[in-house]
């Protein structure tokens, strides 16, 4: 079938030459890799490697799910719109501007931004612009060969699980190829496709301004770097309005561009995405650097001592911005405020939260899901409740006008409570020393597993089937005397979702769950102690009994 598929494709009279130029120079198994199903579409959208075939990003896969999509708007609204960004990948802007013309063609108005805009503006524009859905072209921080489409519902937030299933079963009744595509200067001129105004930038740029905690006069010398993405004009404007800010930007990473040259993994969460901006802050001597990934919704933070650069982890960082927006909150009375994080973030944030007298709550992996929890306090009056939500993945959102993680927001808060504590004579490190000697040493780590090509998926399944086994028959004692959650088939009141918690006797904690957007299995391990060397030294043991079960 694979081989009758990439046939056609070779055949078709109207294929862009790049993707048949690609197709001709392809070994059999890379035509059959390409080939051999449909690109997933899921609760993240699309999200592959470009390339000619259809399990690949392009024209003709993107043009094949937004006329799924264009149906499910029409359904959903009797005034059917979207709202469109894309990052600075290869072909986000093409794929973005057929995007705004396929569903111009059907009849719905289409917002697009005019240039190159974060995930999270992305996530504003469908609620102040009151549109049906939104769709962002972004593969967030995966090497340059990926690109993806993610979609988000009318709330801002991505889109549940029903409302995938609806729209993937929508695209199914699809055609892939199609004699031609409709033109994007066509649709723009017809007036069904408008640019987004400045005054929806400008009022998000104000939306962010209203979040900061405290307005502090003190000086800070930051390095910064976009990553070569969408951050660079929203996060130094910014930081240009806080007025005590001195920001150098990283200049190779500097300007839009997909192939990542300085950044072949474009991920702040890794010490090789951020060597540059660490460099530099040495030599500038800046208190701290940090970079935001190409579409500008995770950010990743490095405090200076010296000559040397400590990275915060995303977990820490969560719990440097909770305490500090928490501890700054005024008790008005009434319910208790309401923080959110993820079942794979940090424990330490039970603690924080007891002290301040916030209502914790714990939601799947996914930034959806806190968004989630924003519209419900939303419909029940009580959003103002809202004041913070994370994720160990260096996601964090203080407000709720936008509904995804917000790396604008955050590097504002960051930088923010960063001047604020050099103002009181510490660094983040220093006020992170203070949290672990008041509430223990929490320590996480997480594992990735690989899984690629056709057969991954099945290795996949198989090892969360193993798991799945009573755990009375698993060889380790600790296995044994685990108590597992199996978010797939147990009543946890969260939506069903593949993923095994265990919680082993001495309160250590293990999740496994295979990723939604990549050929991954990911685990992640839970320890505390009383300092580093005991909880890493738990998280040892935990790695070891997590590696006999998922490498293959």
């Not at 790049?18 to 059999?28: A, G, R, Y």
């Not at 524009?125 to 519902?153: D, E, Q, W």
Request: with cysteine.
């Amino acid at each position: 079938m694979a081989k009758e598929d990439a046939a056609r494709w070779l055949s078709h009279p109207g294929m862009p030459e790049e993707l048949l130029n690609m197709m001709k120079e392809m070994s059999e198994e890379e035509l059959g890799d390409s080939f051999y199903r449909d690109l997933a579409f899921g609760t993240g959208g699309l999200r592959g490697v470009l390339g000619p075939g259809t399990n690949r990003m392009n024209v003709y896969t993107v043009a094949r799910a937004t006329r799924g999509l264009g149906h499910y708007i029409l359904a959903a609204s009797d005034t059917p719109s979207c709202a469109v960004s894309c990052d600075s990948r290869i072909h986000s802007r093409d794929f973005a501007e057929l995007t705004a013309a396929v569903l111009a063609g059907m009849g719905i108005r289409v917002y697009l931004y005019e240039h190159l805009m974060p995930t999270p503006m992305l996530s504003y524009a469908v609620r102040h612009l009151h549109c049906t859905a939104g769709v962002m072209i972004t593969a967030s921080h995966n090497p340059a060969k990926f690109n993806g489409y993610k979609v988000y519902g009318s709330d801002g937030c991505q889109i549940t699980l029903e409302a995938a299933e609806k729209i993937l079963g929508l695209i199914d009744q699809e055609e892939t190829l199609v004699d031609t595509l409709p033109d994007f200067g066509e649709a723009l001129a017809s007036g069904k496709v408008t640019y987004i105004d400045q005054e929806t930038i400008e009022t998000y740029y104000a939306c962010i301004d209203k979040l900061r905690i405290t307005r502090t006069t003190e000086k800070l010398h930051v390095v910064y770097s976009p990553l070569n993405g969408t951050g660079n004009v929203p996060v130094r404007e910014m930081l240009r309005r806080l007025g005590n800010i001195e920001v150098s930007v990283v200049p190779e990473q500097e300007m839009p561009d997909g192939h990542f040259p300085t950044a072949p993994y474009p991920n702040p969460e890794i010490r090789e995405a951020m060597q540059l901006a660490i460099r530099q802050t040495v030599k500038e001597k800046a208190d701290l650097c940090f970079a935001t990934d190409p579409d500008c919704d995770r950010i990743g933070a490095g405090v200076r001592r010296g000559d040397e650069v400590t990275l915060i982890s995303g977990n820490d960082m969560g719990i440097l911005l909770l305490d500090y927006v928490c501890s700054h909150r005024k008790n008005e009375g009434g319910k208790a405020p309401v923080a959110v994080k993820t079942i794979v973030t940090t424990e330490m944030a039970v603690p924080v939260c007891k002290k301040y007298g916030v209502e914790l709550r714990n939601v799947l992996t996914g930034f959806k899901f806190i968004g989630e929890q924003i519209g419900l306090l939303e419909k029940a009056g009580e959003k103002d409740r809202y004041v913070f939500g994370f994720e160990e993945s260096y996601g964090y959102l203080s407000g709720t006008d936008v509904r995804d993680k917000d790396a604008v927001n955050a590097a504002v808060l960051v930088c923010e409570m960063a001047a604020y504590y050099k103002g009181q004579g510490k660094d983040l490190l220093a006020r992170l020393d203070e949290l672990r000697a008041e509430f223990g040493f929490y320590a996480q780590r997480l594992l990735t597993f690989q899984y690629e090509g056709e057969k991954g998926a099945e290795q996949m399944a198989e090892i969360m089937l193993k798991l799945r086994a009573p755990v009375e028959s698993f060889k380790e004692k600790a296995w044994q005397g685990a108590v597992r959650t199996d978010y797939l088939h147990d009543e946890t009141g969260l939506p069903k979702s593949d993923v095994l918690s265990f919680q082993l006797a001495d309160g250590r904690k293990i999740i496994v769950r295979p990723s939604g957007t990549e050929p991954k299995l990911k685990a992640y391990l839970f320890a505390s102690g009383k300092d580093q060397k005991a909880a890493e030294s738990a998280l040892d043991e935990l790695e070891e009994m997590t590696n006999a079960h998922c490498k293959v």
